[in-house]
């Protein structure tokens, strides 16, 4: 069985890396150069797509009343459909994003709506770092570096003012906690995740069947799901206790999930070919079945592989890391079911960048790069041919031959997990990973 289950004593390797004056130093300059490429953008680059109808607001009405956002009828029409960590911490420079508004001083409006996107991201590259010299790299500023030059995620933070490197942080964050047999912190931190991002739901079942991988007893299943839903909870209470109570969190959830019923926004699957965006996905697709029913297929389909891991696993049969099991999850979700955004697939980064600590496999240094450049193009087309008119002819015609490279590459990682499926389960002695 390909899971790790040696204890943080029991794992030389991270600690006396951390206490090397050396590798503490090419940390820093990891990061100080991860930073400059984040910041240098974040100031630069004035982007109103997306930040202007909706995070600007959010941040600027935020401040007047921090846990009455939700309540706050003005903000009906700025569509606040984000869980409420994110929103929170936009609330904290409401007051300077006002004054850099009103002044037309966008630098430091660009610094300000940007900031906590460009931070979430450094602590990313930190933590990519922590969990390479976990899985004894004898240098972890390579992983770290690769993050740290991610032209994805440079786009997607520092150009854009995106939250998604919130959702890989607490993703990698999870998968960490996993890896060292702590289901509590594992499902702390998912908690925390699904505060910050409605995407972090998706991965519930990957929770769960990490659980089961780690083989915990009915006690421990029941209290770390129960420390997960509490601060779940604590998290929600004080935006609740303004009106709506448990009514709240529904509405953001469900309600955010439904907000977008279109085939497809401009993701690069199965539906970017044909004139789909935004599309009602309950519009007949061919043979009287609409695109919903597809989709519906597409995620249970996606389930089923779960399941069967999980069957595999109760049967002790091989099975490859949790990372790569939950990287043909999401590709599934991705490439085949709608609703489906252009940003949806960059936790495949964080999933392939992790199955590399894990394995030391080249193929997935190549997946690593596949995706980030598919995500790249992705994300470009999006925000570029928006605040670049001109661009997006050029950008328009890239979108069908990104689909069509991404659902090819799918088979490709299938042939990659069933050839770990053929592998000999791990030594119990060995280091493995969730």
Same mark, same amino acid.
């Given at each position: 069985?390909?899971?790790?289950?040696?204890?943080?004593?029991?794992?030389?390797?991270?600690?006396?890396?951390?206490?090397?004056?050396?590798?503490?130093?090419?940390?820093?300059?990891?990061?100080?150069?991860?930073?400059?490429?984040?910041?240098?953008?974040?100031?630069?680059?004035?982007?109103?797509?997306?930040?202007?109808?909706?995070?600007?607001?959010?941040?600027?009405?935020?401040?007047?009343?921090?846990?009455?956002?939700?309540?706050?009828?003005?903000?009906?029409?700025?569509?606040?459909?984000?869980?409420?960590?994110?929103?929170?911490?936009?609330?904290?420079?409401?007051?300077?994003?006002?004054?850099?508004?009103?002044?037309?001083?966008?630098?430091?409006?660009?610094?300000?709506?940007?900031?906590?996107?460009?931070?979430?991201?450094?602590?990313?590259?930190?933590?990519?770092?922590?969990?390479?010299?976990?899985?004894?790299?004898?240098?972890?500023?390579?992983?770290?570096?690769?993050?740290?030059?991610?032209?994805?995620?440079?786009?997607?933070?520092?150009?854009?003012?995106?939250?998604?490197?919130?959702?890989?942080?607490?993703?990698?964050?999870?998968?960490?906690?996993?890896?060292?047999?702590?289901?509590?912190?594992?499902?702390?931190?998912?908690?925390?995740?699904?505060?910050?991002?409605?995407?972090?739901?998706?991965?519930?079942?990957?929770?769960?069947?990490?659980?089961?991988?780690?083989?915990?007893?009915?006690?421990?299943?029941?209290?770390?799901?129960?420390?997960?839903?509490?601060?779940?909870?604590?998290?929600?209470?004080?935006?609740?206790?303004?009106?709506?109570?448990?009514?709240?969190?529904?509405?953001?959830?469900?309600?955010?999930?439904?907000?977008?019923?279109?085939?497809?926004?401009?993701?690069?699957?199965?539906?970017?070919?044909?004139?789909?965006?935004?599309?009602?996905?309950?519009?007949?697709?061919?043979?009287?079945?609409?695109?919903?029913?597809?989709?519906?297929? @597409?995620?249970?389909?996606? *389930?089923?592989?779960? /399941?069967? $891991?999980?069957?595999? %696993?109760?049967?002790? =049969?091989?099975? !490859?890391?949790?990372?790569?099991?939950?990287?043909?999850?999401?590709?599934?979700?991705?490439?085949?079911?709608?609703?489906?955004?252009?940003?949806?697939?960059?936790?495949?980064?964080?999933?392939?960048?992790?199955?590399?600590?894990?394995?030391?496999?080249?193929?997935?240094?190549?997946?690593?790069?596949?995706?980030?450049?598919?995500?790249?193009?992705?994300?470009?087309?999006?925000?570029?041919?928006?605040?670049?008119?001109?661009?997006?002819?050029?950008?328009?015609?890239?979108?069908?031959?990104? @689909?069509?490279?991404?659902? *090819?590459?799918?088979? /490709?990682? $299938?042939?990659?997990? %069933?050839?770990?499926? =053929?592998?000999? !389960?791990?030594?119990?002695?060995?280091?493995?990973?969730?």
């Amino acid at each position: 069985m390909s899971i790790h289950l040696a204890k943080l004593s029991a794992l030389p390797g991270w600690p006396q890396q951390l206490s090397d004056r050396r590798q503490r130093g090419r940390l820093a300059a990891v990061l100080l150069l991860a930073a400059v490429l984040r910041f240098l953008p974040a100031v630069l680059y004035f982007n109103y797509f997306d930040l202007g109808p909706y995070n600007i607001p959010w941040s600027i009405y935020g401040a007047q009343d921090r846990f009455g956002l939700y309540s706050n009828p003005a903000m009906a029409e700025f569509g606040l459909d984000y869980p409420p960590i994110f929103p929170f911490l936009l609330s904290l420079v409401g007051s300077p994003v006002l004054w850099a508004h009103e002044s037309g001083c966008w630098p430091v409006e660009m610094f300000c709506i940007k900031l906590f996107p460009v931070l979430a991201d450094l602590a990313l590259t930190a933590l990519v770092w922590l969990v390479a010299a976990d899985h004894r790299f004898a240098e972890p500023w390579q992983p770290a570096l690769l993050w740290a030059l991610n032209p994805s995620m440079i786009l997607n933070s520092g150009f854009w003012g995106q939250a998604d490197s919130f959702l890989l942080f607490f993703l990698l964050a999870m998968f960490w906690a996993l890896e060292r047999s702590k289901p509590v912190a594992a499902s702390l931190i998912f908690a925390l995740g699904c505060l910050t991002k409605l995407q972090m739901c998706y991965f519930a079942p990957v929770l769960l069947l990490g659980f089961l991988l780690l083989r915990l007893r009915p006690a421990r299943w029941i209290g770390a799901l129960a420390a997960g839903g509490a601060v779940g909870f604590l998290g929600w209470y004080p935006f609740m206790r303004r009106g709506e109570w448990l009514a709240l969190p529904l509405r953001i959830y469900l309600g955010g999930y439904g907000k977008y019923s279109f085939v497809n926004a401009k993701a690069a699957n199965l539906y970017a070919f044909g004139n789909h965006y935004q599309q009602p996905d309950s519009e007949i697709w061919f043979c009287g079945i609409s695109f919903s029913a597809i989709s519906n297929l @597409a995620i249970a389909a996606a *389930l089923l592989w779960l /399941v069967w $891991c999980g069957i595999r %696993a109760v049967r002790r =049969r091989s099975l !490859p890391p949790l990372c790569l099991i939950a990287l043909v999850y999401l590709e599934v979700l991705f490439l085949f079911t709608t609703r489906q955004h252009e940003r949806y697939q960059l936790p495949a980064l964080v999933l392939s960048l992790l199955w590399w600590m894990i394995c030391r496999e080249k193929k997935a240094v190549r997946f690593f790069l596949f995706f980030t450049l598919i995500t790249l193009i992705n994300q470009s087309y999006v925000i570029f041919a928006d605040n670049h008119p001109a661009t997006a002819g050029f950008f328009s015609m890239l979108e069908a031959p990104t @689909a069509a490279v991404n659902l *090819l590459a799918f088979p /490709v990682l $299938c042939v990659a997990v %069933a050839h770990s499926f =053929r592998q000999p !389960p791990s030594s119990p002695s060995q280091k493995g990973a969730v």
